[in-house]
């Protein structure tokens, strides 16, 4: 499924599970995952810039975090107002430039290995 140059790839039922991998991966990352939450959730695994069936960076400058973020904005306002984010390494630290990340509470957010970075 793609979203305005976001791919995803989408399993199960349930509350929503939006996985982001980490860099020099793709949302392949999280196949096991999405096949063992299948059942109780609805996991949707992003493909951040230049990974998977997403679009390439398109512009000259250095690409951010918040243009990560950017990208998959819109699978987030996809699955609504309750859901569980997971990211691995960079893609721990993209949910933090996303605007509304001060509101995830306990229990809606882990990041495994999440990098620091001041993109």
């Not at 990340?101 to 995830?104: C, E, M, Y």
């Given at each position: 499924m793609v979203h305005p140059g976001a791919s995803f790839r989408e399993a199960g039922a349930g509350v929503p599970v939006v996985c982001i991998h980490a860099s020099a991966s793709s949302s392949g990352q999280?196949?096991?995952l999405m096949e063992r939450l299948a059942g109780r959730f609805r996991s949707l695994a992003?493909?951040?810039?230049?990974y998977g069936q997403s679009v390439p960076?398109?512009?000259e400058r250095p690409?951010?975090?918040a243009d990560e973020a950017a990208l998959i904005e819109p699978v987030f306002e996809a699955?609504?107002?309750r859901f569980h984010v997971i990211g691995?390494?960079?893609g721990g630290a993209v949910p933090s430039r996303l605007p509304w990340?001060?509101?995830?509470g306990s229990g809606r957010s882990s990041c495994s290995s999440p990098c620091c970075s001041r993109c």
């Open positions: 999280w196949r096991p992003v493909d951040l810039y230049g960076w398109p512009d690409l951010s975090l699955v609504g107002d691995h390494s960079y990340s001060a509101r995830l």
